[in-house]
């Protein structure tokens, strides 16, 4: 079960009197459920192997556009999924921009898609998904994921992979205080660097 933060929970407060159905058993999550998109603030904590870190993160969700942005604050990196592929730019890591070879926004949904939700879960009120699926950054490494959301608008996630010699395990908080519903989605989210028109392969790297 994900942390119920403060905030989540004044928030959930609000909501008693709405007369919530249930979702019906194991229902897929809908990364397009909240087809206006949306931008939320909160904090990402990354534990590998006993190195853990902190940093504000931000998620963009551009329903509309079939596109979406992960930007991870205080590390520099950033993860963009659009309608054609995925470039990560993390130049902590790697000298160059990378790309993520066969994923898009498409490939991102269908892997969302694999967590199911758990019993207690509601239409349109909070929501808890969790099964082992695949994401932008794992390659072909399947990870434990566990995503709270409202509205299918996403809270919480929890990512989890066991290897032979390491564990990784990363949890984005999103506070629902920053939320915004009505925005103008800023372009500059989806800003790549000069360096991603002839990027490497991320995965070819990782996986070696």
Not at 24 to 44: Q, V
Not at 152 to 180: E, H, M, P, S
């Amino acid at each position: 079960m994900l942390t119920l933060t403060p905030a989540l929970f004044l928030f959930l407060l609000a909501t008693l009197n709405l007369d919530l159905e249930p979702l019906p058993e194991s229902s897929p999550f809908l990364l397009n459920g909240f087809t206006s998109g949306y931008i939320i603030n909160g904090t990402y904590c990354q534990n590998f192997t006993g190195h853990e870190y902190c940093t504000p993160i931000t998620l963009v969700i551009d329903t509309p556009q079939n596109r979406m942005v992960t930007v991870f604050h205080n590390i520099g990196r950033k993860i963009i999924i659009n309608n054609n592929t995925t470039y990560i730019i993390d130049y902590r890591l790697f000298s160059n921009c990378t790309i993520v070879s066969g994923w898009n926004y498409s490939t991102q949904s269908n892997a969302y898609s694999q967590l199911v939700s758990t019993p207690g879960s509601t239409q349109l009120g909070l929501a808890e998904y969790n099964g082992v699926t695949l994401d932008a950054g794992s390659c072909t490494r399947p990870i434990d994921m566990t995503l709270l959301s409202f509205d299918n608008i996403i809270l919480q996630q929890r990512w989890i992979y066991k290897g032979t010699f390491n564990q990784f395990v990363g949890v984005a908080q999103y506070d629902i205080l920053t939320l915004d519903m009505v925005f103008k989605t800023d372009e500059h989210y989806f800003t790549v660097p000069n360096d991603c028109t002839e990027p490497i392969d991320y995965c070819e790297i990782i996986e070696k």
